[in-house]
């Protein structure tokens, strides 16, 4: 990823605009439909990971959320919500979640930047970059979860190992 750090320039009011700026000079699609949402998606390793920023002026907060390419089946869901509390336990920031209205999993963290405040290029490119690295470290378990009909345990004990050498 290509960053925008500058140690000496102001944080704008509007963290969208760092937001904006960061998904621009990184060539990713983006569709800002206002102030306060701005929604892009990037391929990782696993899978796209479409991303979603919404401004919320008036409580000085920036809700983020970065989604699975990956639908939930209505039967694996008992599992799925096991997995969550399982990645969750291991998370120091952000969190995993469900969304019941579209049946995929998500990383969601919000920043909070007070009244004014605003937001550092910093801030943006870390909360990207924590996003998607947790993102791509889990979403193997998922995926054994869901299709290879592993229990949650088993799935994250399976997808945490570590490979040593090469073949």
């Known amino acids: 990823m290509t960053g925008l750090v500058d140690p000496v320039g102001p944080a704008l009011a509007n963290p969208l605009d760092i937001v904006e700026r960061f998904v621009a000079t990184n060539e990713w699609p983006a569709d800002r439909s206002g102030d306060d949402e701005l929604a892009t998606y990037v391929e990782g390793h696993w899978n ?42 291991r998370l120091w920031l952000g969190h995993f979640d469900y969304s019941a209205e579209g049946g995929f999993v998500m990383f969601r963290y919000a920043l909070l930047l007070g009244a004014g405040a605003g937001a550092t ?32 345990d088993d799935a994250l004990a399976s997808a945490m190992l570590e490979t040593v050498g090469e073949a």
């Not at 909360?127 to 979860?145: D, G, K, Q, W």
Request: glycine fraction near 4%.
């Open 121 to 152: 290029p910093r801030q943006v490119e870390d909360l990207i970059e924590v996003a998607l690295n947790e993102s791509e470290r889990y979403f193997p378990a998922f995926m054994l979860m869901l299709w290879g009909g592993k229990t949650a």
């Open 48 to 89: 796209r990971y479409h991303m979603w920023f919404t401004w919320l002026e008036d409580r000085g907060a920036m809700q983020f959320s970065c989604a699975f390419d990956l639908r939930v089946p209505d039967h694996r869901l008992p599992d799925a919500c096991a997995l969550l509390t399982l990645v969750n336990e």
